[in-house]
């Protein structure tokens, strides 16, 4: 089985920069995701990472350590929009089913 | 063009009726999937269904049932709705990871279930 930990919610400054934390402990692992998800709407993709090491993509980077299970989602120059749920997902190593956290909710304040 | 519609976007039905959720996918992607969103916003994997295989999450009541007409469709099936399914319902779907591509599942916008 996969188990999934991040915190509940987090605060954060406009223009600042935050870290929100993942850790797992699971069965299989073939790749972990980060999703972001405003109230009300779908889940929306941001990040992958399978190898251990730092992902840039913009202002997100997404960093994976295999042997610590552990993973986190790095928001640079943060905008009031990117206030929402920042969700952790863990793919399995038997096919494409993904575990969810219950993901951080964060909010940025002016 | 919307790539992963469900209809309806709210469902309000009383218990013990059956109901249907309808998605479609419009990416050319092979996989589909449903998931449960509860009140405590965790997203739970219920299906997956690929090339007509079907993997189940053993937790799935069997009043869930998925039915795919093609490749592009899945609808979920729900039987004697109870209180405890009221949550959201979203659909996604990818496409087999080959080579360096990421198999990136792509959700609808979701279906408000609520059980009177």
């Known amino acids: 089985g996969q188990n999934i930990d991040q915190p509940t919610e987090m605060t954060a400054t406009e223009g600042a920069i935050v870290q929100i934390n993942c850790t797992y402990q699971?069965?299989?692992?073939?790749?972990l995701f980060w999703y972001q998800q405003h109230a009300g709407e779908a889940p929306t993709f941001l990040s992958y990472?399978?190898?251990?090491g730092l992902e840039e993509k913009g202002r997100f980077s997404s960093f994976l350590s295999r042997s610590k299970g552990y993973s986190y989602l790095l928001l640079k120059e943060l905008q009031m929009k990117d206030s929402a749920s920042y969700l952790c997902?863990?793919?399995?190593?038997?096919?494409?089913?993904?575990?969810f956290g219950g993901g951080t909710r964060l909010m940025v304040k002016p | 063009d919307t790539a992963v519609s469900q209809t309806p976007k709210y469902l309000v039905t009383q218990m013990g009726n059956d109901k249907s959720i309808k998605c479609e996918q419009n990416?050319?992607?092979?996989?589909m999937y449903w998931y449960k969103q509860d009140s405590k916003k965790f997203l739970k994997i219920m299906f997956s269904?690929?090339?007509?295989?079907?993997?189940i999450n053993e937790t799935v009541p069997n009043r869930f049932s998925p039915k795919s007409p093609d490749k592009a469709h899945l609808n979920l099936h729900i039987n004697s709705l109870e209180l405890g399914d009221s949550a959201v319902y979203f659909c996604?779907?990818?496409?087999?990871?080959?080579?360096?591509?990421?198999?990136?599942?792509?959700f609808g916008a979701g279906t408000r279930l609520s059980v009177l």
């Open positions: 996604a779907s990818s496409q087999a990871t080959t080579g360096d591509r990421v198999d990136i599942q792509y």
């Open positions: 699971t069965s299989g692992f073939n790749g």
């Open positions: 990472n399978v190898l251990d």
């Open positions: 997902a863990v793919r399995d190593n038997a096919g494409n089913m993904l575990t």
């Open positions: 990416l050319g992607h092979d996989t």
């Open positions: 269904y690929n090339n007509k295989e079907l993997i």
